[in-house]
């Protein structure tokens, strides 16, 4: 791992390294287009769940080819599979952004919860740079970085739920709707919530203090 000089280059690199990139947030964009843009077209859940599925299993097979690390596809393979259970269960395809809401208020909770009880997530990256998973927390400037920087996070999370879990339970079929919440609210919140950390980050220069491994 590259060593970085001070708290906010560490944790500029974890979070870039943890999204994956522009190539990451599009391999988690692109099966719910398929998915939405299908049923829109056919209005057939069946070969939506389909088009979605098979757009995620194409993007790992690419990534496959190029040898490259498939973990942001799995990812999204992971979460268009459990979106067509839902869907399929039920025969209703609104019911495949069911567990992507649920997913967002539970991560949304988890960091509040995080930043209340003074273990906020964003510190563990630092952790896991410096050597030490919780000697940050000794030091109150970086626990109130941290803090603030989960907080950023926090807010894509909480706007998703806010927005989405209303178009869901509204009556008729709302999948159109929900499909294109779900994707100007993917990446592009996450894109927004990253370039607010970096400007967090860009104004400080808090030293790391790494563990000595010989002590």
Request: aromatic share 8%; net charge positive.
């Amino acid at each position: 791992m590259a060593a970085h000089d001070t708290v906010e280059a560490a944790v500029r690199a974890q979070l870039a390294k943890a999204l994956g990139g522009v190539r990451g947030m599009l391999e988690a964009a692109v099966p719910t287009i398929a998915f939405t843009g299908t049923y829109v077209a056919i209005d057939d859940i069946r070969l939506a769940v389909a088009a979605g599925v098979g757009a995620a299993v194409v993007l790992l097979l690419i990534r496959i080819v190029q040898r490259s690390n498939p973990q942001f596809v799995l990812n999204s393979l992971f979460g268009i599979a459990i979106a067509a259970f839902f869907a399929l269960r039920s025969g209703k395809a609104e019911d495949a952004f069911l567990p992507g809401i649920l997913i967002n208020a539970g991560y949304g909770a988890a960091m509040i919860f995080s930043i209340a009880v003074r273990w906020p997530v964003v510190g563990f990256l630092i952790g896991s740079v410096t050597g030490d998973p919780t000697a940050w927390r000794s030091d109150p400037g970086i626990l109130k970085l941290c803090s603030r920087l989960t907080w950023l996070l926090v807010a894509p999370c909480v706007v998703r739920v806010a927005v989405q879990y209303p178009i869901y339970v509204a009556e008729g079929d709302q999948s159109g709707f929900l499909g294109t919440a779900k994707i100007l609210m993917g990446w592009p919140l996450q894109v927004a919530a990253l370039a607010a950390m970096v400007w967090v980050l860009a104004r400080g220069r808090t030293p790391i203090r790494r563990e000595d491994p010989a002590t």
